[in-house]
């Protein structure tokens, strides 16, 4: 069965700074995806980045950047030069491709609570 | 706009009430979940439809009762809840059920039974 792993409760940045939030994974499957939400106060759950486990080159989006560590089996996150609305939960989550034990179950980690100081 | 809505908001229910969720996705998505967000811990999945077929139900009690009329709408009927139950429901789509697509939340409803 997968499994996500994020150690950091809680992380502290200050404004545009950059800061990296921690993810494990645990899977036997060859073929998976991993992917970045933002949960805001509201509790709406945002989209922010997405990593193949084939791909080569880590991801990139904007101010958003994955650091693919395959051998590792982690994905952290980093964002650069923090911004005040940068404040909420991040979620780390993994899907396994077609054929996989999970196919088709999105799984989260814990979460982290990111708080951007000015 | 995130091209999936959920209705209502906010609700509280009492134990004997029945109440229903509404997820209504406009993105063109096959596949719809089901999650649930409480407190302290991390989203755990419920219902995954598949072209309007249930293909995962993650042991959930009876009382939650799922609906897929079409591939656009999903539905979370509630029924006889308890206070555990409370949390935030969070329906999502995705246009496939495979490892590269990423799943689009709606915000929430935020459910609080007494």
């Known amino acids: 069965a997968q499994k996500i792993t994020q150690t950091q409760p809680g992380m502290f940045v200050q404004e545009k700074e950059a800061v990296t939030l921690d993810c494990t994974y645990d899977t036997s499957d060859q073929s998976y995806g991993l992917f970045w939400y933002k949960q805001p106060s509201s509790g709406e759950m945002i989209f922010l980045i997405y990593q193949g486990s084939y791909d080569e080159q880590n991801a990139t989006e904007g101010r958003y950047s994955l650091n693919f560590q395959k051998a590792r089996k982690s994905a952290n996150l980093v964002i650069s030069a923090s911004q005040l609305g940068d404040s909420a939960m991040y979620f780390c989550a993994m899907r396994e491709g077609y054929g996989g034990t999970s196919y088709g179950k999105l799984t989260f980690g814990q979460g982290t609570i990111l708080t951007v100081h000015p | 706009e995130t091209g999936v809505t959920q209705t209502p908001r906010h609700l509280v229910m009492g134990m004997t009430n029945k109440k229903s969720l509404k997820c209504e996705q406009h993105?063109?998505?096959?596949?719809m979940y089901w999650y649930k967000q409480s407190a302290k811990k991390p989203l755990e999945l419920m219902f995954v439809y598949n072209f309007k077929e249930q293909t995962e139900n993650n042991s959930v009690p009876s009382r939650f009762s799922p609906e897929c009329p079409n591939s656009s709408h999903l539905f979370l009927h509630l029924h006889t809840l308890q206070p555990e139950d409370s949390a935030l429901y969070l329906c999502?789509?995705?246009?496939?059920?495979?490892?590269?697509?990423?799943?689009?939340f709606g915000q929430g409803t935020r459910l609080t039974v007494v």
């Open positions: 993105l063109g998505h096959n596949a």
């Open positions: 999502a789509s995705s246009s496939k059920l495979g490892g590269f697509t990423e799943a689009f």
